[in-house]
């Protein structure tokens, strides 16, 4: 069977009477050290983010409210997953394309990273982020 290039983990969850709650810590259920938090919201139907790779950046992703899809690829074998929990995270690796799409109207997707936002990190052309990984294998 061939490795996964992403990961679902589960975000702890306290439910009580007044509602859930979860959270993510460095050191706890995190495989990085959170640099930076941004979120997605407002994405008119139909739109599409990510669209890039990052040379670096590690993320853990999920959608605080409605649901959205990810697509992820390394250029051979890609993945497709639908985050729609507060409570579920999809961790993606570096080197490996996304592309985010079918965002719900009420979606809130939240992306915590490892790094700070550095333009140089990304591939924003999916032909260049090929040719980097060609590179890498030989
Ligand atoms: P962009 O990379 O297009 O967003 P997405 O990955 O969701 O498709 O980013 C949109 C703009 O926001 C772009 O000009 C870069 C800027 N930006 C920051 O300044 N800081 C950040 O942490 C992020 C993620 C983006």
Redesign the pocket.
């Given at each position: 069977m061939k490795p996964k290039l992403c990961s679902l983990i589960e975000i702890p969850k306290f439910s009580d009477g007044r509602g859930d709650l979860s959270f993510v810590e460095n050191g706890l259920n995190l495989p990085f050290e959170i640099n930076?938090i941004?979120y997605?919201y407002n994405v008119p139907p139909g739109e599409?983010?990510?669209?890039?790779g990052h040379k670096n950046l590690q993320q853990l992703i999920m959608a605080l409210a409605g649901s959205f899809e990810i697509t992820i690829t390394d250029g051979v074998n890609s993945e497709s997953y639908l985050l729609d929990r507060p409570n579920i995270g999809l961790l993606i690796p570096r080197m490996v394309w996304?592309d985010?799409h079918n965002f719900s109207k009420d979606c809130v997707?939240l992306?915590v990273?490892s790094e700070?936002?550095d333009?140089g990190d990304?591939y924003?052309s999916y032909s260049e982020f090929i040719g980097a990984k060609n590179d890498q294998i030989s």
């Open positions: 930076r941004y997605l599409t983010r990510g669209a890039h996304r985010l997707c992306v990273a700070k936002y333009e990304y924003r």
